[in-house]
């Protein structure tokens, strides 16, 4: 009953490391989105994705990027790891404006 | 602004109903309302969404003010695995999920 699944619950990286974070649905949705969500401030919009090749920059994209290579996959890079990354991402995917799923979570530690 | 305004928490006893409260005042005639809620160390899962009339399913009910200003979540029996945090979320402009902070339920037995 898999939906949406993030490739790790939980990540270690060190400051300056280039880290993916990869996220697939087996839903044949269009939509795809990456949101961080840190204590107090809920959860942040970083990048979407309405159709393969195409990235869209959401609330909070500075320090992130993106890749849509196939319609199931949705990766969100970060460049050169911070402290401040350190936080939980969350992967979603709907179609038109119905239920959306999301994925379980990744929790990065940037140490 | 597209966010929402929730009460930051509300509390229930087992068995009893709850009325989640939810204000977008400045929706427009296109948007849908949805509700999801986020249970600890999970992603958010989707509850119940509708646009004018009122929506039930076999998770909750949705009420929907007629000038669609607001609405409300209505769990008809608290249980302790509804403790979470509920989202009241519109789809706005070009189709984003905008989540504001949410309602934390707590449910006492």
């Known amino acids: 009953d898999v939906k949406v699944t993030q490739s790790s619950r939980y990540l270690v990286k060190r400051t300056g490391e280039k880290v993916f974070l990869e996220c697939v649905q087996d839903m044949d949705h269009e939509n795809m989105f990456w949101y961080r969500q840190d204590p107090g401030l809920g959860l942040r919009l970083i990048y979407f994705s309405y159709d393969v090749k195409m990235k869209e920059k959401g609330d909070i994209p500075e320090g992130y990027s993106v890749s849509r290579e196939k319609k199931e996959r949705f990766s969100l890079i970060l460049e050169s790891a911070s402290t401040n990354q350190t936080s939980m991402y969350l992967c979603?995917?709907?179609?038109?404006?119905?239920?959306?799923?999301f994925g379980q979570g990744t929790r990065l530690t940037v140490v | 602004d597209a966010k929402t305004t929730q009460p930051n928490s509300m509390e229930s006893n087992e068995e009893e109903p709850v009325h989640l409260p939810c204000n977008h005042s400045t929706i427009s005639g296109t948007d849908y309302i949805h509700w999801y809620r986020q249970l600890p160390s999970q992603g958010p899962e989707y509850v119940i969404h509708?646009?004018?009339s009122n929506v039930n399913n076999r998770m909750a009910s949705l009420a929907i003010a007629e000038d669609r200003k607001s609405s409300t979540l209505i769990l008809h029996r608290a249980t302790l695995r509804d403790a979470a945090v509920y989202y009241c979320i519109r789809f706005w402009n070009t189709d984003k999920l905008i989540f504001g902070t949410g309602t934390r339920l707590q449910v006492f037995p």
């Open positions: 509708g646009l004018t």
């Open positions: 979603a995917s709907w179609e038109d404006s119905t239920e959306a799923f």
